[in-house]
């Protein structure tokens, strides 16, 4: 399974979908880690990160303009709930709700809950850029993690990146320097809460079926928060309100889908740096909409933690060529040390 970052998304399960075909009937060109990345695939995760900011932008519009971020979060999810249960199919499809461990299943749910909620309250006081700056630090947590929760021990050089990687959260935060506030606490929060997330999404992947896991994840918190949106809803009073609020759920899918052709299209070390164009939509939306622009500190933590993560993707892609022509066990698991 792979795994991609997406704020606010559920990437986690993309290429579960629709899983790659076969070596044997892939061309051999395109097996190759030397062959072109399609420029299709490009194009359609440059497009899927734009919606994804799109949809941080919106949020961040709504807060500021008085929605509560707790309904915004649960328009998000429920609207998503609709859209999931369309696209499969619900009225025929009995497999999206076969479950072998329903409490985790809620578990996991409440973790991508929190992670979206965090984020947008994270949104109300920080800047986008600053927000999805320390979201890039989520792939460093969960290769931190994999070791104790997963027994995914990582090698010295991958914990050396996730070292420089925290030093890169630390330089946009400055803890101690009264810079740092209640909405770097909330980013921080939403990160470690996808980060969590994720290893769940590992963890379970294995015993539960694309379908369920897609399901239960929107299902869980559009019913687990119902019973508080009396305390949270509002009705939104303007025209655009009511269009930004009921698009979130449909720009994510829409995000979604994109991703889930451009991983069929090409491997995910292959489009691993182009998610990361992102933050140049966040930018720019920030400043266009907001007129926010990031300050040095902001684009330096940024470039150190984009630095590390790719280095990240690039070391565990050479692992696992590493592990498949490893003669022996014993091998492989030393080639995990290098």
Known sequence: MQFFLAPGGWLAEVTQIRPPRPAST????????????????????????????FLDASAKYLVLQGVEAPFLAWMRFAIHLVLVMVFFRAWSNRTMFRA???????????????????????????????????????????????GPLLGEWA?????????????????????????????HVFALMSMTSYSLYVIMTRHMGATESSESLIFYSALAPTVLM???????????????????????????????????????????????????????????????????????????????????????????????LASRTAPNSENEDLAKKL
Not at 159 to 181: D, E, K, N, S
Not at 271 to 283: E, R
Request: hydrophobic residues 55%; proline residues 7%; aromatic residues 14%.
């Open 155 to 183: 090698g010295w050089r991958r914990w050396m990146a996730v070292l420089v990687g925290f030093v890169g959260v630390l330089v946009i935060t400055r803890p101690g320097v009264g810079t740092f506030g209640i909405g």
């Open 226 to 320: 119902f019973p508080f949106v009396p305390l949270y809803g509002s009705i939104p009073q303007e025209p655009l309100h009511w269009v930004l609020l009921l698009g979130l759920g449909a720009i994510g899918a829409f995000g979604h889908f994109l991703l889930i052709k451009a991983y069929k299209q090409a491997t995910t070390t292959a489009l691993a740096p182009y998610p990361y164009s992102q933050m140049i939509w966040m930018i720019a939306l920030g400043y266009l909409i907001f007129a926010d622009l990031p300050d040095l500190w902001t684009l330096g933590g940024a470039a150190i933690i984009v630095s590390s993560g790719l280095y990240i993707v690039h070391r565990e892609h050479r692992l696992r």
């Open 26 to 53: 892939l061309n051999p060109r395109k097996s190759t880690p030397e062959a072109a990345t399609p420029t299709s695939a490009i194009l359609l995760v440059l497009t899927a990160c734009f919606s994804f900011a």
């Open 100 to 146: 072998k461990n329903i409490p985790a299943q809620l578990v996991r749910g409440v973790f991508l809950f929190g992670s979206t909620i965090f984020n947008f309250l994270a949104l109300q006081t920080l800047q986008l850029a600053e927000t999805i700056s320390i979201y890039f630090f989520a792939p460093m947590v969960i290769t931190a993690l994999a």
